[in-house]
């Protein structure tokens, strides 16, 4: 019995050093025979601030267990993004759908130049440039 408290705590301890970002909070609505019904999708990006970020998606009928599911969800698919100091090591350009976001280095001192979703995906790096090309984010 012991143990099992023991790995449940570690599990809390390990949830706790991620900082999560509410990006987006929408409604959404599906059309039924009766009319409509409606939804909250929220997305949320959790990062440690040292180079590891995820993304996760929920769906729901209210906004907390939607928040809920979507923090459980980036939690589950955690990537590492390598970092020079502060900063990636070199450009990268993404690409979904019509949407093309440009990541570059930036040199030390320079802050963050970022908008909107973008800003809140990169929050661990201190300098760092991003560029959205084409489309939303």
């Known amino acids: 019995m012991a143990e099992y408290e023991n790995t449940e705590q570690q599990n809390f301890e390990a949830q706790d050093q991620f ?66 100091g502060t900063t990636i090591p070199h450009e990268v350009l993404g690409k979904v759908a019509g949407a093309r976001v440009m990541l570059k280095p930036a040199s030390p001192g320079t802050g963050v130049i970022a908008a909107g979703g973008v800003r809140c995906v990169g929050s661990g790096w201190r300098t760092r440039y991003f560029d959205q090309v084409t489309g939303q984010c």
Do not use: C, Y
Request: aromatic share 4%; no cysteine; charged share 30%.
């Open 19 to 84: 900082e999560e970002r509410v990006i987006e909070i929408a409604r959404v609505a599906k059309v039924v025979k009766g009319g409509r019904r409606f939804q909250f999708r929220v997305t949320v990006v959790v990062g440690d601030k040292k180079g590891t970020i995820s993304m996760g998606v929920g769906k729901a009928n209210a906004v907390p267990d939607a928040m809920r599911k979507a923090s459980e969800r980036a939690h589950k698919n955690m990537h590492v993004v390598n970092l020079s």
